[in-house]
Nanobody, 127 residues
Framework: EVQLVESGGGVVQPGGSLRLSCTGS????????LYWIRQAPGKELEWVAQ?????????YDDPSTKDRATVSRDNANKTLYLQLDGMKTEDTAVYYC???????????????????RGQGTQVTVSS
């Protein structure tokens, strides 16, 4: 059974930083691209970042976070990371990690490429 478990969420002040983690199990972690997706209250899912299976290719799909986000992975420890700096109130959302059905990143990400998703971790940016 594929499991993805996010952690690291919480309350952060505007301008602060946060590092989210996602541990995977039940599949060959290093064989698949992974995604960070978020959903703000009342809004649709937004793709934040993608990283390919080897970790050498990344894409930042959300214009509002692409200059503040860093995605990385540690395949040996089956962990995906998202570092967000300069956080803004509009970053408040539930952040999900998701597994792709492919090893590479997608030019246009879409839910049809997602096979599994974690339960999410709440991030709240507030003073």
């Amino acid at each position: 059974e594929v499991q993805l478990v996010e952690s690291g969420g919480g309350v952060v002040q505007p301008g602060g930083s946060l590092r989210l983690s996602c541990t995977g199990s039940g599949f060959t972690f290093g064989a698949y691209a992974l995604y960070w997706i978020r959903q703000a209250p009342g809004k649709e899912l937004e793709w934040v970042a993608q990283i390919d299976a080897g970790g050498g290719i990344v894409r930042y799909d959300d214009p509002s976070t692409k200059d503040r986000a860093t995605v990385s992975r540690d395949n040996a420890n089956k962990t995906l990371y998202l570092q967000l700096d300069g956080m803004k109130t509009e970053d408040t959302a539930v952040y999900y990690c998701a597994k792709s059905r492919y090893s590479g990143v997608q030019h246009i990400p879409h839910l049809r490429y997602v096979t599994d998703r974690g339960q999410g971790t709440q991030v709240t940016v507030s003073s």
